[in-house]
């Protein structure tokens, strides 16, 4: 293993992390900021259900960046998000999280990833 692949912990709610754990999610959206800039193809995230001890290990196989999370609704593939609500639904959920100001600021990357 080359010293240049890194681990990154990101934490889940729990039906994310199901969704994950069966196979049925392989891409994870979130804000483009300073801790996920560091992030690679080839690098392996440990996902943590929050609240638990429970973890899952993913290897990254692709990253997509895109300015909005309303622009990653319409450029990635909907079933690999195992989403099947409107655009403006899935847009909530990630402003559960992040405001518009910091999208705005940061932009949005779709992580693709493989269970391992």
Sequence with gaps: MGSSKM?????????PFKKIKSGKKTVEGRLLDEKRQLLKV???????????EEKLQVVVDN????KTFAEMYGNTNLKDWDWYGTKD?????????YSKKEELK???LAIHFKLI
């Excluded at 681990?7 to 039906?15: G, K, S, V």
């Excluded at 990253?63 to 895109?66: C, P």
């Excluded at 639904?89 to 999280?97: C, H, R, W």
């Design 7 to 15: 681990r990154h912990i990101m934490h889940l709610n729990n039906l």
């Design 106 to 108: 940061y932009g949005t």
């Design 42 to 52: 080839g690098d392996e995230i440990e996902f943590v259900l929050r609240g638990s």
């Design 63 to 66: 990253i997509e960046n895109q």
């Design 89 to 97: 639904e899935f847009v909530s959920e990630f402003y559960k999280y």
